[in-house]
């Protein structure tokens, strides 16, 4: 992961038909601008920012996953759950993902498949998805959601601030390296996206070429992949863009990034073939592989030098 910025190459937006203006908070509304909430759901505190256009929630207590982002111009969830409804629990460290509430976006690091790493036993999904975080409440006062986890084995704190600006969701990442030596990491979001009938995958061209024709990414909501359930990388990827568009609704979704932060992009979907589920995910990451012994060892990760920190930034734009 680097800290270079660069101006991103935003030539697939005319392809998918996405393109739209900048968002800059004050050329906002009134109407747009965001609010904030606090309920509690099945016994947990859950933040909820919102405007006229988004609604996003997230249950600090439980990984801050985001169980719910919701436009609510159309009043499409766009996060997944199982189809009995959600059902919040915690998790005990070192449980497998699977035995998960699996309920919409969690943050993976330092690495997606457990493995063993520099002398460390690093959990399924890895460290944070099933830690609490503590709330920034200054920001929270402010419109903004900084929340941020100190991690159990590795000498890492990772902090995330969501902000909603008109249909736009800005997550910003920073990443600190307590410890007196560089550290490897692999860090993904895990999205579990509620797919509609007609819903298609929009990439750009340079992206699809790097996934050796795997077919079902051409049709994901009606695709079969080999076993019902299938991983894909796009590495090094090019321009950090990947979309849901539905040419029947005109709904879709967009995650933009910039491919000199995090140069790959991890594209799941399951058919019933992972514990019975059916549900898609698209996955910015740092790294094309889930393993981070694998992909340390090929140097294909991220690193954080000692006493340092690093930063990136995800967007996601919601529209019809």
């Not at 996060?79 to 993902?97: A, E, K, T, V």
């Not at 994901?220 to 849901?244: R, V, Y």
């Not at 029947?248 to 992972?274: A, I, Q, Y």
């Amino acid at each position: 992961m680097h800290a270079t910025p660069i101006k991103q190459n935003t030539s697939a937006t005319v392809a998918t038909g996405l393109d739209r203006p900048e968002a800059t908070l004050a050329g906002q509304s009134p109407a747009c601008r965001p609010a904030n909430r606090v309920r509690t759901q099945q016994g947990f505190e859950v933040l909820v920012l919102n405007n006229s256009e988004v609604e996003l929630a997230i249950v600090p207590e439980l990984g801050a996953k985001i169980i719910s982002l919701k436009n609510l111009r159309t009043g499409r969830e766009w996060m997944w759950h199982p189809p009995s409804g959600i059902n919040l629990f915690r998790n005990r460290y070192g449980d497998c993902f699977s035995k998960s509430p699996l309920v919409g976006a969690d943050e993976c690091l330092p690495t997606i498949a457990p493995c063993s790493w520099q002398g460390r036993e690093l959990p399924d999904h890895g460290e944070v998805w099933n830690a609490p975080w503590g709330v920034d409440l200054a920001a929270w006062e402010n419109g903004l959601l900084k929340t941020s986890v100190r991690l159990q084995i590795s000498p890492l704190t990772l902090t995330r601030t969501i902000e909603l600006i008109g249909n736009e969701i800005q997550l910003h990442y920073q990443l600190h390296n307590h410890g007196a030596t560089d550290e490897d990491f692999l860090w993904a979001i895990h999205p579990l996206l509620r797919l509609q009938p007609d819903d298609q995958l929009a990439l750009p061209h340079s992206t699809r070429e790097l996934l050796n024709g795997a077919s079902w990414v051409d049709a994901i909501t009606s695709a079969i992949p080999e076993n019902n359930c299938a991983k894909k990388f796009a590495a090094p990827i090019s321009e950090g863009l990947a979309a849901i568009v539905n040419p029947t609704t005109r709904e879709w979704l967009r995650f933009e990034w910039s491919p000199l932060e995090n140069d790959t992009l991890g594209l799941w979907l399951t058919r019933g073939g992972w514990h019975g589920h059916h549900h898609f995910a698209i996955e910015p990451t740092n790294g094309a592989d889930d393993n981070l012994a694998l992909a340390a060892t090929r140097k294909q990760c991220g690193v954080v030098a000692a006493n340092n920190s690093v930063n990136w930034s995800v967007r996601l734009r919601m529209g019809t």
